[in-house]
């Protein structure tokens, strides 16, 4: 055998042999990676890392200590586990944890856990079928593992999935593994994880490249970026401005409606309000966006509608470019046409939350009642959905201020009703946000002023027709909600904002909302305070994900918009970042154009992210599914010999 065959199968080998060393990497892979027993203000805390190469939905999964249960402590409130992504349990709240260790919101946190860690325990982690999937159990008095006292330990690569916690190291400032000093004096690096010392066999791996190089000059080029990208971790990134798209105010739709609305100045073809809501069909660059109830506050009869719109980005190129392609109008399930005017004759309709959904219908959250309606893709009613009637006003009047106490004393404000609408990725829930403060919940003052800060959000599922409701609190009572849109089945962005234009915007946020493992559901809960948290109740959790008037994206000054309404998240950009959109309502204005702002999410940023899915059999897969089964029930009454005469059919 020739020197250089001799030399290309022992490198061959030692390749093998190297990756035999490491975890698997071919599928996701959660391991225990860093643990804290005990820290200064319950900084105790859990990581959990993927190490594998593919997602994982911790739906299902749980932690357990020395008690050794399945399901004692669920992660399913984690949601989606990216690769290369940790997520902590800890024992303090999300909020408080975050802060004392300055992490950003990109960090998956499940907080206030009850199970603590002691000097001598385990930590279990459980899969669906609670088969154990990692294990630690440590004794830092007999020498199993170091002592976790307000010090972190990490579980270095080639020992992850063994139960060596004497091989773990304890955390330094400034070390390998990123470790800093929380606020409290404790040292750890939770939330991200370095695989340090490198994962066993890969300098051999290297090393082996290089000698295969000498044997294969050409394609070392490629070998080698892909275990260096295989090696190298991922920086962290935060949103990013693309640009802007704009659609004129004195643009016109084709809906064939070219009368002049009562208020004598809109034509009812204009293409106004159009940033109320907005959502992304999964189709190409195909979005529906619907106006509201029309200009001049509820007092015409425009012709209630939503509109189909290709929104073109170009993330190299700075440039949002939408072009409205279609126009459904709104109608009965009988087909009246639904109109935005105030008048409760039964036919009013105020749009303001749209979600699109696999069949290509659409959910629409109207602020008069507040109700949910589901439209077909001709614009015609097929299916309502009513809130609970602590949401409704006893008394409907076409003058707002009517609808106020005394004239009702609870149910929403007038003109503060569903105002955003978001819908789970797997299409089975929706998100319906109240714009403000339910009447009874410490709405108003004496003089009808809004003070209130208690939000609810009510939680729909669509196959059992039942319904859950969760505290958000507003930072202030002159704030209130505009959108919200699903990140996952458990978080969701929240567009909180001030009715102040120009320079005199100063509050316009979007949240990364979190629905915790304790977070209540007050469904039961009749009133709720003007501010502050009620006894025995836990708010969703909510972190600035993103400040529209952040100098940074350069869009705050004279000429931002008042009305930012609608949110929703596109196809991933080419180079895999999360696409947001960010659309304003004009109020039918001919001289205020509606623009549509485009962001840049990195994945980092958002490790939860499930898109929406579109997924449906194709007619044809059905059609082939027809056949087969034909076919099968062709053969076998063919092949089944005739029942005798005494037999009787099954029932």
Known sequence: MRLRTRLWIFCVGL??????????????????????????????????TNVGDLAQ??????????????????????????????????????????????????????????????????????DPTTALVDHVLYNDATGQGPRTLDVSANIPFVALGLNQPSAAVLSVVGDAYGSIRSIDGDVGNPGHYASVP??????????????????????????????????????????????????????????????????????????????????????GSLYVATPDRGPADGTTTYADRYYTVDVQVDAAAHTVTPTVTATHLLRTETGVQLTGSSVPNGLRLDPEGIRATADGHSWISDEYGPYVYEFDASGQRVRSFQPPAKFLIANPNANGALELPPGNTSGRQSNRGMEGLAITPDGSHLMGAMQSPLIQDGALNAANGRIGTNVRLLSMDLTAGTTQEYLYQLNAGNLGISEIVAVNDHQFLVLERDGA?????????????????????????????????????????????????????????????????????????????HL???TTDNDFAAGTPSRIFAFGIPAADLPGYVAQSFAVPEPGVWLLVLLFAATLLYRSIGSTPEPSSSSSPSE
């Open 15 to 48: 390749l093998v042999a190297a990756g035999a060393t490491s975890p698997a990497r071919a599928a996701a892979l959660i391991r225990i990676t860093e643990w804290m027993y005990n820290g200064v203000n319950g900084n105790e805390f859990i990581e959990l």
């Open 57 to 126: 939905d911790l739906t299902g999964w749980s932690f357990s200590d020395n008690t050794e249960l399945p399901g004692n402590v669920s992660l399913t409130p984690l949601g989606t586990l990216m690769p290369g992504v940790s997520a902590l349990i800890t024992e303090r709240s999300g909020e408080e944890f975050r802060a004392a260790w300055n992490l950003g919101v990109n960090i998956l946190i499940l907080g206030s856990n009850s199970q603590n860690l002691g000097r001598a325990d385990e930590i279990n982690l459980y």
């Open 198 to 283: 490198e994962p066993a066999g890969a300098p051999l791996a290297l090393g082996t490249v290089a000698v295969l190089a000498l044997l294969r000059r050409r394609r070392v080029a490629a070998a080698l970026p892909a275990l260096l990208v295989g090696l190298a971790a991922s920086a962290g990134a935060t949103p990013y401005y693309i640009g802007t798209g704009v659609i004129p105010g004195t643009a016109t739709d084709d809906s064939g409606l070219t009368r002049t609305l009562e208020d004598g100045v809109t034509p009812e073809n204009r293409i106004g309000g159009l940033g109320s809501a907005i959502a992304y069909t999964g189709t």
């Open 501 to 577: 234009a120009g320079a005199s915007a100063a509050f316009k946020r979007l949240y990364l909302v979190t629905l915790g493992l304790t977070t209540t559901d007050i469904s039961g809960t009749a009133n709720l305070p003007t501010s502050g948290t009620p006894a025995g109740v836990i708010p969703v959790e909510k972190l600035v994900f993103l400040d529209l008037l952040d100098p940074a994206f350069g869009l705050a000054g004279a000429s931002f918009p008042e009305k930012i309404e609608g949110l929703a998240f596109g196809p991933d950009l080419p180079n895999g970042d």
């Open 580 to 582: 947001l959109l960010v």
